[in-house]
């Protein structure tokens, strides 16, 4: 007797989910707006799991985000819009047609090359769809903000809109940063909030500049902070204390401590 492919099972199940009738309250009152937020969600989930090497996480991660596809792919089916195998469909056309090295007889290099082909066929799509539109459509709205940012850079700097090199960027931060200087002085919240978001983009262009995906280098900041943080704590715990009733100069120094054990490589201050 042949097994039921997970797939086809899941696809049932996320149709009984969503049966009006027997189905799920939540489920069948969820909408692709609703359920938005969670797909995003996933997906930096999946992102955490692989930072954290955890496999076996990275495992379940990656079935709650083809959950999330399947769930929108169900909606869609009962709107009579497309459903999973035209999703499925959809993307196997896509990887054929951008990879004519592969499944054609275009010839690639190297990677640095088809790269460049990958991008240039994104951009030939783009162009059939949007004749005569903006270098920025299809740009996500809903992307994170520094994420978005590189993105519209990267489309500005293909038809030319951009700098030269990663030292005048830095001109720039430098600029950027004299001006939220000048609207903190002015202790005007519309200003600052307007400059920091100016200093923010331009960081963000600089990152660009020197090959760095600023939203990578933002979890790694995360993480190397929270790793510190949590030894100052361990340390505290150590001597029955608590971060309430430590002075800033005692964290301050236990932070030096952190950071001095990382460089040196000694030992790890993440706590157990």
């Known amino acids: 007797m042949s097994q039921t492919p997970p797939i086809e099972e899941l696809l049932?199940?996320?149709?009984?989910?969503?049966?009006?009738?027997?189905?799920?309250?939540?489920?069948?009152?969820?909408?692709?707006?609703?359920?938005?937020?969670?797909?995003?969600?996933?997906?930096?989930?999946?992102?955490?799991?692989i930072e954290r090497e955890d496999h076996a996480e990275l495992k379940d991660e990656l079935g709650d985000l083809l959950l999330q596809v399947v769930f929108h792919a169900q909606m869609a089916k009962e709107a009579g819009l497309f459903d999973f195998d035209d999703v499925a469909r959809s993307i196997n056309d896509k990887m054929i047609r951008r990879h004519p090295h592969v499944f054609g007889d275009a010839a690639t290099r190297d990677s640095?090359?088809?790269?460049?082909?990958?991008?240039?066929?994104?951009?030939?799509?783009?162009?059939?769809?949007?004749?005569?539109?903006?270098?920025?459509?299809?740009?996500?709205?809903?992307?994170?903000?520094?994420?978005?940012?590189?993105?519209?850079?990267?489309?500005?700097?293909?038809?030319?809109?951009?700098?030269?090199?990663?030292?005048?960027?830095?001109?720039?931060?430098?600029?950027?940063?004299?001006?939220?200087?000048?609207?903190?002085?002015?202790?005007?919240?519309?200003?600052?909030?307007?400059?920091?978001?100016?200093?923010?983009?331009?960081?963000?262009?600089?990152?660009?500049?020197?090959?760095?995906?600023?939203?990578?280098?933002?979890?790694?900041a995360n993480a190397k902070f929270e790793r510190r943080f949590r030894y100052i704590e361990t340390q505290l715990k150590t001597q029955g204390r608590t971060t309430d009733d430590a002075s800033l100069d005692e964290m301050e120094a236990l932070w030096s401590d952190a950071k001095a054990l990382e460089k040196a490589g000694l030992e790890s201050v993440q706590s157990s």
């Open 12 to 49: 049932s199940i996320m149709a009984r989910l969503r049966d009006p009738d027997t189905g799920c309250p939540w489920d069948v009152e969820q909408d692709f707006k609703s359920i938005a937020p969670y797909t995003i969600e996933e997906a930096y989930e999946v992102a955490d799991a």
């Open 112 to 220: 640095d090359t088809q790269t460049e082909e990958w991008e240039a066929q994104k951009a030939r799509e783009r162009s059939a769809r949007n004749k005569g539109e903006s270098a920025l459509d299809d740009v996500p709205v809903g992307l994170p903000a520094l994420k978005r940012a590189q993105k519209l850079q990267k489309r500005a700097a293909r038809v030319g809109f951009d700098w030269p090199d990663a030292d005048r960027v830095l001109e720039k931060v430098d600029e950027e940063l004299a001006e939220l200087r000048e609207a903190i002085t002015e202790k005007s919240a519309a200003h600052i909030e307007e400059e920091l978001g100016d200093f923010l983009f331009v960081i963000t262009n600089l990152g660009r500049k020197l090959d760095v995906d600023v939203d990578a280098s933002a979890r790694g």
